[in-house]
């Protein structure tokens, strides 16, 4: 048995073993994180680091390794935890690493939004560093501006709530510019990932579109026809989604923008945009005005205050585009300018900056355009930016929301996209988003293009509104105040031109649109056309002059001529503090529906109902209306305005029909009939006295109408019979039209084969004429 004093001496020396076996454990770890950290295989560096801290390491230098470790991670939800390891690390031993170390801590701090352990880390670097290095002086004064600036934001953050877009589009890859069609219903975006043998990365655009229940559908793969040595992303959307601007370059190429266009199979070959791209320089993102008439973009070409700077190039009256112009150094700083996106309203223009009164990194930045001078850019604020990259900033056209992606800290990956609600003083913008269907009589779309002209400046609105040829929907972003002519041509009928008045409207409008065509036959021969339109909208003018003061009234009007920021219209309704009025505008700006789910079957109050026949022997050219558009010339029929015809023909209708014509009533029992031989259709001359008799109540009487009626026996085959009972009741109709009784005046009614068997054959070969008054005259 051993002795009391042996046990002691045992335990001792296997308390030195056990110490000496630790310490040696500890020394081995930090040796191969070290070997790991060296050959840059961070990831793995930091498991073997933080193993040697929780087995008791004080070394500095372990402390060291794993924050720049941490550091080095492009992940910023991980390489923000690297700041404890560097402040442990220079608290331990500061003069044993390289002085940019404080420099690194302080931006570590910065992108974890610690702006006060930030500023204390790169005051201590500022008493070491080397002042005699300019850009180490220059970087140090840039980076003092942006933690004065990230201060000053995160110190007072907008009330916004930022929503991460969630795992259906985010993952643990990068994903940015997301671009937005301007209802909302289309978003496509850029991924980054690598390629399916995990070598290289490569970008592949994604699209997510909306069910119909408004829920974003699982995002699919944009096949787009393009070299394989090319990436491709996204770099701007049509207002209706149906054109798409893209981003292609590649390692032997600086990269250019091209246009495609969807179609039923797909989307279509990318087409250079020639007007901006350049062949030795980067040309990255584009935006186009509502109107189609001016495009900005960003460029690193010669002639710019920075690196990327925002131009613009402008489509002359001519059709053709001009020169590409530098926004000025008001818009682009001595950094980099990018993402341009101008929205629909044509004036207000947001872009990406790591300039300007940055926060750090990137950040989104607003400007407005006041007559031919930029606004000062202004920095969207916190939470939209962070200390970190926040960039590629869409809006959709009522103003309401707002997309960016960003690498802020608690994303899913790298890179994510994000979305936010826009504060209700500038969520409305006065803008109308018409959205329409143009259909047949059998609901089916028709093929159509579309023109749009402003009546007052003649000018044309020429950007991408013609209809899907798969399911006939359009959509059109006009401002307000405007009275345009939509000059419209469906194939298989004649051009019509449609009057859209856009009202003086301080607020989002929308208009929903539903035009049918019919074909006009009498007795199978195609004689005119009837349209329909109508129209449904949300129109709360009236309601909200009701609910605001009169001071906030007569602002209104100065915003129409802009003489006050519409910003600032939108402070003073919130001012007022009237909830209704409040959230009638909020519901109205949140109301963004397909043309599809409108009910048009159903006439309310807020529905305009107009339709018009058109005949065409009154539509020559005398009768047409001549349109010129961008030198075309276009002969139309006569316009319709539809708010001016849905007011007369609901004034028709709430009025009791009271026979007022001008006529003898006892002229409507004038009746009577042409028979005709078997088999032919020549009318014998002996009925023509008795037309003739017709004919001159009709010359004399504008209000009288006359109604042709064809019929035939059962004599031969029914096809055979229908035939010539046409050309019969033709013949009769010719007699009419051919001496000045327009189609408009002459109802035909065909009846086909007479199936009672006591009328003679004889007397079923014949046409029906009487007079009617075109006043009560049911079609």
Known sequence: MLQPKQCFLLLFAWAIMAGGAMAQSVSSLESKAEKLFRTRQYEEAIGIYQQAVEKGSEN????????????????????????????????????????????????????????????????????????????????????????????????????????????????????????????????????????????????????????????????????????????????????????????????????????????????????????????????????????????????????????????????????????????????????????????????????????????????????????????????????????????????????????????????????????????????????????????GEDGKPIKTSIKMVNRKTQESVDFVYDPNPNTGNFLIILPPGQNYDMIIESEGFMPYTINVNIPNQTYFYE????????????????????????????????????????????????????????????????????????DYLLDLAFKVKPVDLINFDQETEKMEVAKRRYFFDESTTEHLERKVVDGQEIFTLPTLSVAEESKKQKAQKAQPKVLQSTFEASLLNKQHQVFFQVGSSEMEDKYKPELQSLLEDLMKYEDLGIEISGHASQDGDAATNEKLSNERAIEVLNFFNHKGVVRRRIKAKGYGVIQDEQVSKEQARRVDIRLVDLKTYEN
């Open 60 to 439: 500095p230098k372990t402390f060291y390794g794993l924050g720049m470790s941490y550091f080095s991670l492009a992940d910023v939800n991980q390489r923000v935890k690297g700041a404890e390891s560097l402040q442990k690390a220079l608290d331990l031993d500061a003069g044993r690493f390289p002085k940019w170390t404080y420099l690194n801590l302080a931006k570590l701090y910065h992108l974890n939004e610690q702006i006060p352990q930030a500023e204390k880390a790169l005051a201590a670097y500022e008493q070491v560093m080397d002042r005699r290095d300019p850009k180490a002086v220059q970087e140090v004064q840039a980076f003092k501006k942006a933690l004065k600036n990230a201060k000053k934001y995160i110190g007072k953050p907008r009330k916004i709530a930022v929503h991460d877009f969630g795992f259906q589009v985010n993952s643990e890859h990068v994903e940015y510019n997301p671009v937005v069609s301007a209802d909302e219903a289309i978003i496509a975006y850029t991924v980054l990932h690598p390629d399916e043998k995990g070598r290289e990365m490569v970008e592949q655009i994604m699209m997510t579109t909306k069910d119909g229940m408004g829920n974003w559908k699982h995002p699919e793969k944009v096949e787009i026809e393009t070299n394989a040595r090319f990436n491709v992303g996204t770099a701007g959307i049509s207002p209706d989604g149906e054109q798409m601007l893209i981003y292609m370059g590649g390692a032997s190429n600086t990269g250019d923008i091209y246009e495609v266009l969807r179609t039923e199979s797909g989307w279509t070959k990318p087409k250079a945009m020639n007007m901006v791209n350049t062949s030795r320089f980067h040309e990255t993102t584009l935006s186009i005005t509502s109107d189609g008439k001016t495009i900005y973009f960003a460029s690193d070409r010669p002639g710019g205050y920075g690196g990327m700077d925002i131009w613009k190039v402008e489509k002359g009256q001519n059709g053709k585009w001009g020169q590409p112009k530098n926004l000025g150094p008001k818009i682009n700083s001595p950094a980099n300018e990018d993402a341009p996106f101008i929205h629909p309203d044509n004036i207000t223009l947001f872009f990406t900056s790591d300039g300007h009164e940055t926060m750090g990194g990137n950040d989104i930045f607003r400007s407005v355009l006041r007559g031919k001078e930029w606004t000062k850019p202004e920095n969207m604020g916190y939470p939209i930016n962070t200390p970190a990259d926040d960039s590629y900033f869409t809006l959709i056209a009522d103003g309401s929301k707002g997309y960016f992606s960003s690498n802020r800290k608690g994303g899913q990956g790298l890179q994510d996209i994000y979305y936010f609600d826009m504060p209700e003083q500038e969520a409305n913008i006065p803008l109308t988003m018409l959205k329409g269907k143009i259909v």
């Open 511 to 582: 208009l929903y649109q539903m035009i049918q065509l019919k074909s006009i036959k009498q007795f199978g021969v195609l004689v005119g056309q009837e349209v329909s339109v109508k129209n449904k909208f949300y129109d709360v003018e009236q309601e909200v002059n009701s609910m605001i003061d009169q001071k906030l009234f007569k602002e209104s009007q100065l915003v129409q001529n802009d003489s006050l920021d519409m910003y600032e219209m939108m402070d003073l309704i919130v001012a007022s503090e009237d909830e209704v009025a409040m």
